[in-house]
């Protein structure tokens, strides 16, 4: 196949259409997040209705006379607002897939304009019905005013949720730092590198596999914090440095995976579950010189993708416990991404830790399932 029909080749939609490359560049190969918030999410649907009703609210008080009349005032105006809310909380919501990936200017078109178009249809059927006395220029001039409105709200919602992202989410410096400082520790660089070394003479093969193994999670490591990756990827990236950490704890290490049911297309933010694993091996297998067993499962339940990890407790519990840097780190990256549509849970059934994981079924267009199947001896 020549370049050129390659190219083309590698943008096809699901449709058989050719795709722009802009359109066709995934989340998860460094493309910007979409600018039409998750409207979807139970959590920003809810906040947008509350940043609405709230002023309504206040308007109908300052301008009314008594409570009772500020009531009646504000119901006339929720039975317009909330329509025109949830209708383009609706469409939104399902242009967000059509539109992501496109130039900002479509985005925007699609952000605002959406909104205008609901709330002109609203105003056209309630008019007559809320004020059929108005005359023909007042009636035009009333659902005009209104679409103008909204499509201001809608710029300024759309707005603040980014701002908002933006505050959450650290700048490509500040994650690529946080990324080197709380994922990579000095000495793990250190064992890796000794144990590769004492492998050299007696097992050059799987020396030289550590070290790709040691080269693919460092790349890993490297990589922007914010970007999606597919979950078949994530774990891929556990089994490599379960791998490693198996030189240094050997037979004390042992884990068993079960993905049976995983959706490997899901996406989901990069090294979110290697911290959580990291955490599994270092307070449940290190600290004892018994073996120990890390389990961890991944499955769908309808739209949702839930994972656990469950790892020994020790009975004397260390001196100096850890900090839950991990997890706080994992739930506030949760929160950013998510919202409340996610979940992060730990429990303590008798000597087992228990962490559970549980977010929304994004899945990744054109996914191709080949890396669920690690070999830590290829």
């Known amino acids: ?126 008019v007559d019905w809320l004020h059929p006395d108005l005359p023909r220029a007042g009636s035009l001039w009333w659902v005009a005013s209104r679409t103008i409105v909204a499509a201001m709200v809608a710029g300024a919602l759309i707005e603040f949720f980014r701002l908002r992202a933006r505050a959450y989410s650290p700048s490509f410096s500040e994650a690529r730092l946080q990324a080197l400082q709380a994922r990579i520790r000095p000495h793990f660089l250190f064992n890796s590198l000794n144990a590769v070394l004492g492998l050299m003479r007696s097992d050059p093969r799987r020396a030289e596999a550590t070290l790709e193994n040691l080269a693919d999670l460092f790349r890993v490591f490297m990589r922007d914090a914010r970007e999606l990756v597919a979950l078949d990827d994530e774990v891929v990236t556990c089994k490599e440095y379960l791998a490693i950490e198996q030189l240094r704890l050997g037979e004390r290490l042992r884990v068993a995976w079960h993905l049976d049911d995983m959706p490997g297309d899901a996406l989901i933010p990069s090294l979110l579950l290697q911290p959580l694993i990291e955490n599994a091996v270092h307070h449940g297998i290190e600290p004892s010189s018994e073996p120990g067993l890390i389990e961890v499962s991944a499955s769908r339940i309808g739209e949702r993708v839930r994972v656990e990890v469950l790892n020994p407790l020790l009975e004397a519990q260390p001196v100096r416990p850890g900090n839950q840097m991990a997890l706080s780190n994992v739930r506030e990256r949760l929160m950013l991404l998510y919202d409340i549509s996610a979940e992060l849970k730990t429990s303590q059934q008798g000597s087992i830790f228990r962490l559970e994981l549980e977010f929304p079924y994004r899945k990744e267009r054109r996914r191709r399932d080949v890396r669920r199947y690690f070999d830590p001896d290829r």
């Open 1 to 126: 196949m020549a370049p050129d029909e390659a190219k083309t080749a590698q943008y096809k939609s699901s449709s058989g259409l050719p795709e722009s490359p802009a359109k066709a560049r995934r989340q998860s190969e460094g493309g910007l997040a979409p600018l039409i918030p998750d409207t979807c999410n139970v959590g920003i649907a809810l906040r947008s209705l509350a940043l609405l009703n709230a002023p309504a609210l206040l308007i109908s008080v300052l301008m009314a006379d008594g409570v009772q009349s500020a009531m009646s005032q504000f119901a006339v105006t929720a039975l317009v607002l909330n329509p025109i809310a949830v209708g383009s909380l609706a469409l939104l919501c399902v242009s967000r897939k059509l539109v992501n990936g496109m130039s900002l200017q479509v985005q925007w078109i699609a952000a605002v304009g959406l909104p205008a178009l609901v709330a002109l249809a609203v105003s056209v059927l309630a």
